[in-house]
């Protein structure tokens, strides 16, 4: 069984940083994509940013400059930095991961909440 946790959400004012981290535990043979997504209150879950396993990234447009993933393929983490924080970050962020195994599958943590607040 397959578990992410999620670490280091908070409080923050605009314009401040925070760092999120992420841990896989269970059966693990790795995985091919990690990364990031969020869900603002009252709107769907949608992209922050991920990394494949060579090191390839895809993230949203509203986050880039500010934001950075990175990602241990060897302990199987994957960490979010964000930067100059605006109000319109504030979500629960869930760490992601997809495994290429079998037929192929796809995890969620249980989601942290990231609130920039003045």
């Known amino acids: 069984q397959v578990q992410l946790v999620e670490s280091g959400g908070g409080l923050v004012q605009p314009g401040g940083s925070l760092r999120l981290s992420c841990a896989a535990s269970?059966?693990?043979?790795?995985?091919?994509?990690m990364g990031w997504y969020r869900q603002p209150p009252g709107k769907e879950r949608e992209l922050v940013a991920v990394m494949t396993d060579e090191g390839t990234i895809n993230s949203s447009d509203s986050v880039k400059g500010r934001f950075t993933v990175s990602r241990n393929n060897a302990k199987n983490t994957v960490d979010l930095q964000m930067h100059s924080l605006k109000l319109e970050d504030t979500a629960v962020y869930y760490c992601?991961?997809?495994?290429?195994?079998?037929?192929?599958?796809?995890?969620w943590g249980q989601g942290t909440q990231v609130t920039v607040s003045s």
């Open positions: 992601y991961a997809y495994s290429s195994s079998g037929w192929g599958h796809d995890y």
């Open positions: 269970g059966s693990i043979f790795g995985f091919r994509v």
